[in-house]
């Protein structure tokens, strides 16, 4: 004997609404359309050329490659700071005003560097994960801010 309590949990409200139909309310189609070669009881649902869902297609990241990615995102952090303090220890020498603008020119380069490279190499090599892997570890070798790790002048 099952209460009315223990009913009540296998339905929902509205389930002995008269107005609810079961069963498929799609009419059925042509012999020769696309349902022709489904198996019996399947039937296609949607339009032709309607909805399609382009990041289905892509491969998304794998757990060890999103890590190594924020791993060599925060080195190339790392060596934007790396550089930015290095550069700041370096005296302009020069005196001229033209030598001066390029001095600083070059320097703020050498500090948005890292961060360009990082960012030209993940969004040029979209679909080729082999390529983008050996330009951000080439980067990381080629990047490393020297005036920060060799402690070029005063401080």
Do not use: C, H
Not at 50 to 57: K, L, M, T
Not at 118 to 142: D, E, Q
Request: charged share 10%; glycine share 14%; aromatic share 10%.
């Amino acid at each position: 004997m099952t209460s009315s309590r223990d009913d009540d949990a296998l339905g929902w409200a509205g389930d002995d609404d008269p107005t609810l139909v079961s069963g498929s309310t799609n009419p059925p189609e042509p012999a020769d359309g696309p349902a022709a070669d489904l198996p019996e009881g399947w039937a296609v649902t949607g339009s032709p050329g309607g909805y399609v869902d382009a990041p289905a297609g892509k491969a998304a990241l794998s757990s060890p490659a999103l890590v190594g990615l924020g791993i060599l995102a925060g080195v190339y952090l790392l060596y934007t700071i790396g550089w930015f303090i290095g550069v700041g220890r370096i005296e302009n020498p020069l005196t001229d005003p033209l030598s001066q603008f390029m001095f600083s020119l070059g320097t703020w380069l050498a500090v948005a560097a890292p961060l360009v490279w990082f960012a030209a190499s993940y969004w040029l090599t979209r679909g080729m994960p082999r390529l983008r892997w050996t330009w951000l570890i080439l980067g990381v070798v080629l990047l490393a801010p020297l005036p920060f790790i060799a402690g070029t002048g005063g401080l």
